[in-house]
């Protein structure tokens, strides 16, 4: 059976009833792994990388807030595969 839902809590709900398993954001999933509650498999499965655009408007004052913001992004962005 094949499922798609966007609501993460209602499959990660579905995964710990046994449904199946799923593919979600450590945010999502870290205190349950944390407990054992559920499990990460992490053997043959490839790199995800999730894509993130950057956009300002072009007269925005960057705040410190921001700019540290955005230097965070720039620095720890994925390179580009090849």
Same mark, same amino acid.
């Given at each position: =059976?094949?499922?798609?839902?966007?609501? #993460?809590?209602?499959?990660?709900?579905?995964? =710990?009833?046994?449904?199946?398993?799923?593919? +979600?954001?450590?945010?999502?999933?870290?205190?349950?792994? #944390?407990?054992?509650? +559920?499990? #990460?498999?992490?053997?043959? /499965?490839?790199? +995800?990388?999730? %894509?993130?655009? /950057?956009? /300002?408007?072009?007269?925005?004052? +960057?705040?410190?807030?921001?700019? #540290?913001?955005?230097?965070? /992004?720039?620095?720890?962005?994925?390179? %580009? =595969?090849?």
């Amino acid at each position: =059976m094949r499922s798609n839902s966007g609501n #993460a809590e209602a499959i990660k709900r579905a995964v =710990m009833s046994g449904f199946g398993v799923s593919c +979600l954001s450590w945010h999502v999933v870290g205190d349950d792994i #944390a407990r054992g509650t +559920l499990v #990460a498999l992490r053997e043959g /499965l490839p790199p +995800l990388v999730r %894509p993130l655009h /950057l956009v /300002l408007h072009k007269d925005k004052y +960057l705040t410190r807030g921001l700019r #540290a913001f955005t230097d965070y /992004l720039h620095q720890n962005a994925p390179k %580009p =595969m090849t």
